[in-house]
């Protein structure tokens, strides 16, 4: 959040209203060599992506490539021990 107003002839690069809420899904990634796992804890979905040949993430290799997605994934819930990180738990009492 930015309350000031934006200089002449500069785009503001902190919105000051929320921004929608698909763009802040719980997700966790790893990244290794070219490959960038992304593993979204809603779905349980893990997506892959090869950045040396598809910056844009517009194709995702995970059904391609079962066995990287797999070791990936194994590698990153390894990480995630680790650190102890805190991951997102569902709230059974939520209703939409």
Same mark, same amino acid.
């Given at each position: 959040?930015? =309350?000031?107003? =934006?200089?002449?002839?500069?785009?503001?690069?902190?919105?000051?209203? =929320?921004?929608?809420?698909?763009?802040?899904?719980?997700?966790?990634?790893?990244?290794?060599?070219?490959?960038?796992?992304?593993?979204?804890?809603?779905?349980? #979905?893990?997506?892959?992506?090869?950045?040396?040949?598809?910056?844009?993430?517009?194709?995702?290799?995970?059904?391609?490539?079962?066995?990287?997605?797999?070791?990936?994934?194994?590698?990153?819930?390894?990480?995630?021990? #680790?650190?102890?990180? #805190?991951?997102?738990?569902?709230?059974?009492?939520?209703?939409?």
């Amino acid at each position: 959040y930015n =309350p000031e107003p =934006p200089k002449v002839g500069v785009r503001r690069a902190i919105a000051t209203d =929320p921004l929608p809420d698909t763009l802040f899904k719980p997700a966790s990634a790893l990244r290794h060599g070219a490959y960038k796992l992304l593993h979204d804890y809603e779905t349980g #979905r893990d997506e892959l992506y090869d950045l040396r040949n598809d910056l844009g993430e517009l194709r995702d290799l995970a059904a391609v490539n079962q066995r990287l997605t797999a070791t990936l994934r194994q590698r990153l819930d390894a990480a995630l021990r #680790r650190v102890k990180a #805190r991951r997102p738990s569902k709230n059974e009492q939520f209703q939409p």
